[in-house]
């Protein structure tokens, strides 16, 4: 049977902070037993297409995604990550990631 964790959360302006918040949440869902780990939609950053070029990187190269990636491997899950803004081709874009 796969446990799935659904994940909410309050964002903030700070990346960072949301980023650590979001890694705990993460961690506590892993430890219950989650092996499928989904993250909101802009979990990263203020919702709202006016914040992506402020928040936007580059996919899979940006911190956002390179932090996923770790914690998915450090916890050995499978992560949504929810929406990141991406910056691609002089566009900006919102890309559901799955590490």
Partial sequence: M??????????GADKLQNL????????????????LVSLPECFNCPYGTQYFGQYAEQIPEGETSKH?????????????????PEACDNKLV??????
Wanted: proline share 0%; glycine share 8%; hydrophobic share 55%.
């Fill in 2 to 11: 796969l446990r799935f964790a659904g994940i909410q959360m309050k964002i």
């Fill in 20 to 35: 650590a918040h979001a890694t705990e949440l993460v961690v506590q869902a892993a430890k219950a037993g989650a092996r």
């Fill in 68 to 84: 996923l990636m770790n914690l998915a491997k450090d916890n050995n899950i499978f992560l949504i990550g929810g929406s990141i």
């Fill in 94 to 99: 919102s890309v559901f990631a799955t590490m």
